[in-house]
């Protein structure tokens, strides 16, 4: 059978200059996908004193559930991935939002701790087919500026999701319980999958995924195209760029109210504005890029996390009244509203004929670093912020060497 692969590459070269299919609808629903999952993490986090009581199990058992479900989203994402490169991103998208719907059940109805693991195990599964497939669509439908812009205002939705969660989680423990919560990350899925139905429709059509099959025929496997530099390197920003991010989250409890005596309230307060700083950046970022360099956008961004993380850095060697440590928290956060949607369309824009396989791998990388990061900010207890100026800044110095290794390959 001839297949014509000149009608891929005809696509791909006229993506950066549209973004037909990329409606506002569509972009809500893709935010929500993306958020679902993060979401699903944190905002729970507040009620394990409870349910290590009502469980009656150890609180060590009770994190178990945690950690099962990032383990399911980060396999989930390396699962649903290339299943929607072969199949299509619709199809694995419907599975995964049924998948996940039907563990938050189970999650809600547990009666005991090892089948809530085991639920939110197959929640984390499900859901991570969201984050990935979602990632894929907008690589299908744009590339370029018109990709980054998407990826930008989809932040706005899926990006704030993690500093949220825990504030909202605070407040809702007592009211709801756990199973009050659960029940709200039931009620986000049922929404997820609703959304999926009503609005997403496939953008990797059968003929393009034949094409692409005997395009590669004589070269192997597609994971070969994931070797390109410029991919390795602009997922090594995202990925670490987003470490900052969660180290901040990870610390944040015991920074702003042990060591700057903020209460509950003002604990509130604080989230909530390095959160509207990364909503506002974000907006920000999609404006930039319709006019000026993807790349030089991003290099801005991580130029300023950098510093952001230096000055944090210099402010505790230094001993400086611990108030000030707020402020390079403050831009360090924001300014990865200029780094976390570029970084995505940069990485998935290098290696269009397998996106969602480079998507999975991005997903992966992010949620890995995130369970590396988050338990290395406390190793100095809640008296010091040492191990969070040491962890931002390497993740950030880490970053800034992709960038350059990405922007010297491509």
Known sequence: MTTDTGTIRAHDAAAPT???????????????LSAVAPFATDLYLPAFPKMTTELRTSATTVQLTLTAFLVGVTAGQLVFGPLSDRFGRVPPLVAGAALCVLASVAAVLAPNVGVLIVARLLQGLGGAAGMVIGRAVISDL???RAAARAFSLMM??????????????????????????LTIVLGLSVAMLVAVLAVVRETHLRSRRDALRAERAGSGSPVRALRSPAFIGYTAVFGFA???????ISASPFLYQDMLGLGTVGYGVAFGCNALALMGVSILSAKLTATRSVVGVLSVGIGLVTASTVAFGLLVVTGAPVFWLAVPLFTAVGSLGLVLGNATALALGAVPSAAGSASAVLGALQFGLAALVSPLVSIGGSATAGPLAVVMLAAAVVSVVALLLARHRA
């Open 156 to 181: 706005i939705v899926g990006g704030v999701a993690p500093v949220v969660a825990p504030l909202l989680g605070g407040l809702l423990t007592a009211p709801l319980g756990w199973r009050g919560l």
């Open 142 to 144: 744009a590339s370029g």
């Open 242 to 248: 987003f470490a900052v991010m969660m180290a901040y």
């Open 18 to 32: 549209t973004t037909r299919g990329i409606t506002t609808a569509l972009l809500l629903v893709l935010g929500l």
